[in-house]
């Protein structure tokens, strides 16, 4: 015996199945969104690390030339000609601050990331603190910049020279 079809449908699958694909699509593009946001963080990070890292090998070779008696660079300057640029803070200035700054090359060194660096002469000190023997030495201003991209990191030390 045949069942008489009725004129209108009576069920609700289509619709239910429609909402809920619908869902789930606006799921799966939140999804993505966050995990390309969780991405770019991600490089970020690894930029600004990476740039650290490359500020701390620069610092690291201004140091061996600072107590090589200078051979890797000209006397270290003094005065009012050493004021730090505010341009060294800017990312979007990508070229070398002065002709005063040194630059080491991109190497593994430092992370493939342009350094340069710059030797400031803070003067004599009679009593210099934080050294192993206090005695009468030579103050000097230490300023590293690593960048590339928008990533830009800017290092000071201070180092004593002892005359003893």
């Known amino acids: 015996m045949l069942k008489p079809v009725p004129d209108s449908e009576r069920g609700a699958a289509l619709a239910v199945s429609l909402i809920f694909l619908l869902l789930m699509t606006m799921a799966a593009i939140a999804a993505v969104q966050a995990a390309s946001s969780q991405e770019r963080m991600a490089a970020n990070s690894k930029f ?17 030339d600072l107590f090589d008696n200078f051979a890797g660079f000209a006397t270290p300057c003094s005065g009012a000609d050493c004021n730090i640029d505010a341009s060294i803070y800017d990312p979007a200035t990508q070229s070398r601050p002065s002709n ?10 430092t992370n493939n990331m342009t350094l340069w660096y710059r030797v400031i ?44």
């Open 48 to 64: 600004s690390n990476d740039s650290l890292q490359a500020a701390e090998a620069g610092l690291r070779q201004a140091e061996v």
């Open 121 to 164: 002469n803070l003067g004599q000190s009679n009593t210099p603190v934080n050294i192993a023997r206090p005695a009468p030495g030579t103050l000097y201003r230490v300023v590293v910049v690593s960048f590339r991209g928008s990533t830009r990191t800017v290092l000071e030390a201070i180092y004593v020279q002892s005359e003893a």
């Open 100 to 109: 005063q700054w040194i630059e080491i090359s991109p190497s593994t060194e």
